[in-house]
Nanobody, 127 residues
Framework: QVHLVESGGGLVQAGGSLRLSCAASGGAFSTYAMGWFRQAPGKERELVAAISWSGRTTYYADSAKGRFFISRDNVEHTTSLQMSRLKPEDTAVYYC????????????????????WGHGTQVTVSS
């Protein structure tokens, strides 16, 4: 069982930056691909960025490309999402998720493919 705790959300003006962090405990973190999802009111949960267990492979949604950067530290058991040039449409609850097992790649962009989830952190971008 992997326990994930997100931090770093908050209120920021459009054009600003935020760094989200996710601390993992209770499992073999270095064998899990990690993802950052977000869910805005009335919308489906979507994958924003993901990273393979070694960090060699990453995935970014089109909306995140060039603005967001995902990273991980397999010693500290953390994954982070650096978000820049934020837009009001980035407003959502952001969730950290772990996809256990498998090869060193991003296995899926679908939420149902992830095994463990944090409780989420709110990001609000004001215009």
């Amino acid at each position: 069982q992997v326990h994930l705790v997100e931090s770093g959300g908050g209120l920021v003006q459009a054009g600003g930056s935020l760094r989200l962090s996710c601390a993992a405990s209770g499992g073999a973190f270095s064998t899990y691909a990690m993802g950052w999802f977000r869910q805005a009111p009335g919308k489906e949960r979507e994958l924003v960025a993901a990273i393979s267990w070694s960090g060699r492979t990453t995935y970014y949604a089109d909306s995140a490309k060039g603005r967001f950067f995902i990273s991980r530290d397999n010693v500290e058991h953390t994954t982070s999402l650096q978000m820049s040039r934020l837009k009001p449409e980035d407003t959502a609850v952001y969730y950290c998720a772990a996809d256990g097992g498998g090869p060193d790649t991003v296995h899926t962009i679908l939420a149902q493919g992830y095994d463990y989830w944090g409780h989420g952190t709110q990001v609000t971008v004001s215009s």
